[in-house]
């Protein structure tokens, strides 16, 4: 039995929509994956692509997420249903929640190491950082309890609902995090050869583009908006017809962007700095080179800890939104109630992360010994499946579903409730040409060139 749509609840105001939305935007995404990603990608080359894909792939499709999710009140598959019930499409909204679990099981455990180092300043000042990460991430005792007390706070704010869980956390604490990034921003460029990282990070050499440098930026700008899963078709469902979604969406990318921008600042000058090689950290990345730049500032071990705080709430703000597209879909397609369903999924999500929990050592054979499609080890085969080959499969189908199934007509309607006149003429067929042609092929092209080895 469905949920009568009388009952749905919906964001507060238009600020506490924007912040949840960027609640689920930024997040880890931002802070610990967009700097190993470019730093494994070539730097400054990898950041133009990436904001290229921000621009013109991921903005028109964000559009078009939240459009959908508006006009049908649903989650994903909801959504699918309330359009073409009965058809193949249903299965994309299958993906979606799919995509939702899994993100969610290895994004925990990462989020777990966040919480973990919120006490690294004060209980192991002074240990060589890359030494201590490497103990700390595969030593079960630590990381499994890290990573469940993490899932059951975010089970207990997705059970809090939509305006009292998700929209009052995210007011204060967004705002916050920023702040502390331009302070560690500001001791980070300030380090003796910090120059060579902004030269890094900031002056592309382009000869290094190449397919696979592509695909993982299109990823990577997916998996930062929070695209290609529905999350954005779920948070659009519980907004009002008189938000203007264009300009609440355009906020988000740039909040999203900027924060990803300045983490990279916060990480390259220091980490040439330090003289490492940038391609050698991976996920290790952020947690060997944030802890020596905290140690040459001033209440060092304070700030960070207030700043593994901070970050620790970024992805709780992003695993909120990962849970609530699995958790709307059992509220809204089955009998479940939300308390039944966020128990059950969310147990269900931490049992399903305690392979990744163990693949950074823990177990040597999921750290060392599974491999597939060349990727080694548990914890970055599931990155790569869900985190990025599923996202840009999603995004490639929704964008499809929504350009030629649902149709542009239709979603150009529901764009236009809500925008003062502004989504009118000349502008909504530039963003019909962009979801109809532009998103589909690249992200089609760039895909199969990537999975058959010729790009
Ligand atoms: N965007 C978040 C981040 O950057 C992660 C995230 C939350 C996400 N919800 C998502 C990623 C949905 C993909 C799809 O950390």
């Known amino acids: 039995m469905a949920n009568p749509s009388a009952e749905r609840e919906q964001w507060g105001s238009r600020l506490g929509f924007i912040l949840a939305a960027a609640g689920s935007a930024i997040g880890l995404g931002n802070i610990w994956r967009f700097p190993y990603v470019t730093a494994e990608n070539g730097g400054g080359a990898f950041v133009v692509v990436y904001l290229a894909c921000i621009a013109l792939i991921c903005l028109p499709y964000l559009f078009a997420e939240l459009a959908l999710g508006r006009n049908s009140q649903k989650n994903p598959v909801g959504a699918i249903k309330a359009i073409r019930q009965g058809t193949p499409w249903v299965l994309v909204g299958g993906l979606c929640v799919l995509t939702g679990v899994f993100i969610l099981s290895y994004y925990g455990v990462v989020a777990g190491w966040a919480l973990g180092y919120i006490f690294k300043a004060f209980v192991a000042p002074g240990i060589d950082s890359t030494q201590y990460f490497t103990s700390f991430v595969a030593d079960p005792a630590r990381v499994i309890p890290l990573a469940g007390v993490f899932m059951l706070v975010t089970i207990l704010v997705v059970y809090g609902g939509v305006e009292d869980g998700i929209e009052r956390w995210a007011k204060v ?12 921003i500001f001791r980070a460029v300030t380090l003796p050869g910090a120059g060579a990282g902004l030269e890094f990070y900031l002056n592309p050499d382009f000869s290094k583009i190449d397919g696979g440098v592509i695909l993982a930026a299109l990823g990577q700008a997916f998996f930062s908006l929070s695209l290609g899963m529905g999350a954005m078709i779920t948070y659009g469902s519980y907004l009002p017809k008189r938000e203007n979604l264009l300009v609440s969406g355009g ?17 390259f000058p220091a980490l040439f700095a330090m003289n490492q090689d940038p391609g050698s950290g991976g996920p290790a990345l952020i947690f060997q080179v944030l802890p020596e730049v905290f140690a040459t500032m001033p209440l060092g071990s304070f700030i960070s800890a ?9 992805a709780l703000t992003s695993m909120v939104s990962l849970l609530e597209v699995v958790v709307s879909y059992f509220v809204d397609e089955t009998s479940w109630s939300r308390a039944k369903s966020v128990w059950m999924v969310g147990g269900f999500t931490f049992a399903a992360g305690l392979p990744s929990a163990l693949a950074q050592g823990g177990s040597t054979f999921l750290t060392e010994q599974v491999s597939l499609f060349g990727v080694t080890g548990f ?25 030629w199934v649902w149709g542009t007509g ?45 790009i």
């Open 251 to 267: 906020y988000v990318a740039l909040f999203d962007t900027s924060i990803a921008l300045l983490a990279g600042l916060m990480i």
């Open 306 to 314: 207030v700043f593994f705080v901070l970050l620790s709430i970024a």
């Open 410 to 454: 239709r979603a150009v309607e529901e764009l236009q409730q809500g925008s003062e006149d502004f989504f009118e003429g000349p502008i909504a067929r530039v963003w019909v040409v962009f979801l109809k042609y532009v998103c589909p092929i690249v992200i089609a092209v760039i895909f199969v060139g990537k999975v058959t080895g010729t």
């Open 379 to 403: 914890f970055s085969i599931m990155d790569y499946l869900w985190g990025n080959v599923s996202l840009a499969l999603g995004a490639l189908l929704i964008s499809i579903f929504v350009g």
């Open 173 to 184: 604490l967004m705002p916050l995090l920023l702040v502390l990034m331009l302070v560690v």
